[in-house]
């Protein structure tokens, strides 16, 4: 508990409340309270939270995407927010009918003694895994400690095993070796949102005590996921030729021109490998850029649309909206509310 706190003079707090003492230290203060912490220590004031059920989403399909059938989560039992995305993560994979293989573990300690443990205990894990697989770690320093694994066993990062964090903490990720993909929350959200909960409780509002759950951004690809696990050589080879090439403008026969095989074969594969087809996974792979380009920059959706390699902007609307449920407006406004001013890339 910080000594300071018994004897501050202030008028409201934000806090990550992670233990008893703090709960009891915060609570006896008896101040418009904003809760930034999974533990919900203090179930009587408001929480503003990442979403944890969104997260395992972004990331289940990221990996899904990729075409794992064999899946893996890396955890902590002492947070809440660990056991979420493990508890969110494991029902997708059972929705989806594949397998999910699950590590959690208590936070290793300071000594180097409970470090090396712990890590044998996680290459223990890692070696009994069926291959290939793409492993969820709950946050990035997890992954660091799975891709340590990886390397001490002699494993290969992402042929055998695909690693992906959460938090997208950038010095780590592109240290890492390979370079960690990584789910991305919008932490700046979360500030907003807790000032914004307790401006309105100073204020006199009442603000009943309820989860504000802040939706990640999108996912960082780096190398640590940079595989394709199907099981074909040429719908691997053909959905490698998409995702370089779909926003250049090609239509499957474009596609058809890359790998040696028939559209009537092509489009029976992808069907049973990835449950689209070729067609659908040129348009899901614009979509996806496109929402990057409403969210993060101010280009018109003339310019995106050209970006993106759809013709015309209607054509773009049509197709974004039949993707979302939303306009790319609609989209962009609700990006716009959900990130602070100057969030906004070129």
């Known amino acids: 508990m910080p000594h300071w706190l018994s004897g501050w003079n202030g008028d409201g707090i934000i806090a990550r409340i992670e233990n008893r003492n703090i709960a009891r230290a915060v609570a006896e203060r008896k101040l418009p ?55 969110h993560f494991r029902r997708l994979a059972a929705d989806a009918r594949l397998d999910c293989s699950v590590h959690v573990t208590k936070a290793a300690g300071a000594r180097a003694a409970d470090w090396a443990a712990d890590q044998d205990e996680l290459a223990a894990w890692i070696q009994g895994l069926p291959k290939p697989v793409g492993v969820l770690a709950c946050f990035d320093i997890r992954g660091r400690q799975v891709l340590d694994a990886c390397r001490m066993l002699g494993v290969r990062v992402p042929d055998e095993v695909a690693v992906l964090g959460v938090d997208n903490d950038t010095i780590l990720c592109e240290l890492a070796h390979p370079p960690l993909s990584s789910v991305v929350p919008d932490a700046n959200r979360t500030g907003y949102v807790a000032a914004d909960l307790l401006s309105r409780m100073m204020a006199g509002q ?28 040429d719908v691997s080879s053909a959905v490698a030729f998409i995702r370089e090439h779909a926003c250049d403008g090609i239509g499957v026969e474009q596609v058809l021109e890359a790998v040696p095989l028939s559209r009537r074969v092509l489009e029976s594969r992808f069907k049973r490998f990835l449950g689209r087809t070729p067609h659908a996974e040129i348009i899901r792979v614009q979509v996806q850029r496109a929402r990057e380009l409403l969210g993060h920059t101010d280009l018109p959706l003339k310019t995106i649309a050209q970006r993106i390699g759809i013709p015309h902007p209607e054509y773009l609307s049509v197709v974004f909206k039949r993707a979302t449920g939303q306009s790319p407006g609609a989209y962009r406004r609700e990006q716009r509310l959900n990130s602070p001013a100057g969030d906004v890339i070129q």
């Open 33 to 87: 309270t904003v809760d930034l912490s999974a533990a919900r220590l203090l179930p009587g004031v408001p929480w503003a939270e990442t979403d944890d059920a969104a997260i395992a989403k972004l990331a289940f399909d990221h990996l899904a995407d990729r075409g794992f059938r064999h899946l893996g989560f890396c955890g902590l039992s002492d947070y809440n927010w660990s056991v979420l995305r493990c508890e």
């Open 206 to 233: 009442r603000v009943p005590p309820d989860a504000h759950l802040i939706k990640p951004q999108l996912v960082v690809a780096r190398r640590s996921t940079d595989a394709l696990a199907i099981d074909d050589a």
